[in-house]
Each structure stands twice: as structure tokens, then as C-alpha cells.
């Protein structure tokens, strides 16, 4: 399941950039403001999922102590 998230992962983060650098080439930068308000959000997303599989983890540990 991890494997499969961090392939999404990075699949969605090269899709976003990518339409970021077109809009921008096309001269749409409002656009390419809201795509990269986007993938901030993304980004801070899966940094939350992480940080709580961490505590998962270490919550775990400290019940088998």
C-alpha cells in the first residue's frame, strides 16, 4: 500500500508541476498561482500523513515495552 502512495505521489506531483509550467508558459499565471496553491496543499497533506504513521509507529513501540 506504501508503494502504491508513493508511486500516486509522485506521479500527482510531476502531473502538477508540469501543468504549473505550461500555464506559466501560456501566460496564465493566475492559474499557475492556483496549481501551485495545489500542490502546496498536496505536499502539506502528505507530510501530515507521514508524521502520523510516525506517532502510529511510536505509539506502538511504546505499548510493546
Known amino acids: 500500500m506504501k ?3 508513493r508511486i500516486l505521489s509522485i506521479t500527482a506531483f510531476v502531473l ?3 501543468n504549473i509550467l ?4 501560456q501566460g496564465e499565471v493566475l492559474n499557475a498561482i ?3 496553491g495545489f500542490l ?3 505536499m502539506l497533506s502528505l507530510c ?7 506517532a502510529w509507529q ?3 513501540k511504546e505499548r510493546k515495552r
Open 3 to 5: 508503494k502504491t502512495l
Open 16 to 18: 502538477i508541476c508540469g
Open 22 to 25: 505550461w500555464n506559466m508558459s
Open 34 to 36: 492556483l496549481y501551485l
Open 40 to 42: 502546496l496543499l498536496y
Open 48 to 54: 501530515l500523513i507521514e508524521l502520523a504513521d510516525i
Open 58 to 60: 511510536l505509539r506502538e
